[in-house]
């Protein structure tokens, strides 16, 4: 037997058993949904990465729309009701404390639209320059007169990205791939809109904003086994850098992610995945979104502590080789565990669709 084979087929088994769906996390700014669906994208575009040749284009191109929504409570891992989330009142006897708001977001929907160029230098170099447009759309319920109910959108263009994918190694039966990046804050952390903390448009929650206001770092290590199993797994990071304009920065996230996939076809490829991501919650504070008084958060989303935590997810999806050059890939996800610095609104589902152009 072959020590080095047997090796990284046991590697990749026990990994199997962690890795990780990459769209979507519980209660995520736009910003971060974008990254996370990002390191979806990425990881098509390593796992149909071939070698270059005279036929060949050094050009892809994928568009990518990824969606999720996020819907009921949960602090820590424990499910907590709307009605426990939201404070009655001063008149009607329920005591506020830091677990209660008189704001309650209800359902929050994003959605990131992807745009991805990328260039082959050789066969070991890649790079990529990918935009994202991002939309976003939050349900409340409040106490606050002329408030009861209401709804807050944003829109636009979010925190571009570009990066270098180097090949680390290549052999007949796997191939390992580094890709760092760098994301520059062209998404505006300026979005304002009508709240009941105050008359007129105010500056939105940190759910609502479409950047994150700093100069970030992805990471991802990917392995992808191309033998009898098609196994693709990433080790993925963002660290964070500085302070924003507005005085925080998001966490850093970090997840296991990958997918294995069936070869029943050369056309159709269905595949499954599984695994954990670990978010950390906002440092620093926008104190434009407090109010006075001894609870200063007027809402959930408005306390920076009350982001971050676990996630254990699964999702299924199908890869469809249209012809030699183009592929189209649709996924669904549903998180299985999580574990939320709460209260926390909690991921429902999750969905993506791929059209992309290989190298």
């Known amino acids: 037997m072959n020590l080095g084979k047997f090796r990284h087929g046991l590697w990749a088994l026990t990994s199997l058993g962690l890795i990780y769906s990459g769209s979507g996390f519980a209660q995520s700014t736009p910003s971060e949904f974008a990254e996370m669906s990002l390191t979806d994208l990425f990881a098509q575009s390593i796992n149909e990465v071939g070698s270059s040749s005279p036929d060949q284009s050094p050009w892809s191109v994928a568009i990518q729309r990824s969606s999720v929504e996020f819907k009921g409570y949960l602090d820590g891992d424990d499910r907590v009701s709307d009605d426990e989330v939201l404070w009655s009142g001063p008149n009607s006897g329920e005591l506020r404390t830091d677990k209660n708001f008189p704001v309650v977001p209800g359902k929050i929907v994003q959605t990131a639209y992807l745009l991805s160029v990328g260039y082959a230098f050789n066969d070991s170099w890649r790079a990529h320059l990918t935009v994202p447009y991002l939309e976003q759309s939050t349900d409340h319920i409040s106490i606050i007169p002329n408030y009861n109910t209401f709804k807050i959108k944003t829109s636009g263009v979010g925190d571009m990205l570009v990066s270098a994918s180097y090949r680390l190694s290549d052999s007949a039966l796997s191939d390992w791939w580094l890709t760092v990046g760098l994301s520059i804050p062209t998404g505006s952390i300026d979005e304002e809109g009508d709240t009941p903390r105050a008359p007129g448009d105010q500056q ?74 670990y978010s950390d919650s906002i440092h620093g504070a926008d104190t434009s979104l407090l109010v006075p008084g001894a609870y200063p958060y007027p809402a959930p989303i408005t306390n920076p502590d009350l982001y971050g935590g676990i996630k254990i997810g699964a999702q299924a999806g199908i890869v469809w080789h249209m012809s030699h050059r183009y592929r189209l890939a649709a996924e669904i996800g549903k998180p299985l565990y999580q574990n939320l610095n709460g209260p926390q609104t909690k991921e429902d589902w999750q969905s993506s669709i791929l059209l992309s152009r290989p190298f």
């Open 204 to 277: 939105l929650p940190y759910t609502m904003q479409l950047g994150s206001g700093t100069y970030d770092v992805p990471i991802e290590i990917n392995y992808h086994a191309k033998g009898q199993h098609d196994i693709s797994l990433a080790l993925a990071a963002t660290i964070r850098s500085g302070t924003n304009s507005r005085g925080y920065r998001l966490g850093n996230n970090y997840s296991l992610a990958g997918r294995y996939k069936f070869n029943f076809s050369k056309i159709l490829k269905p595949y499954i995945g599984l695994g954990a991501r």
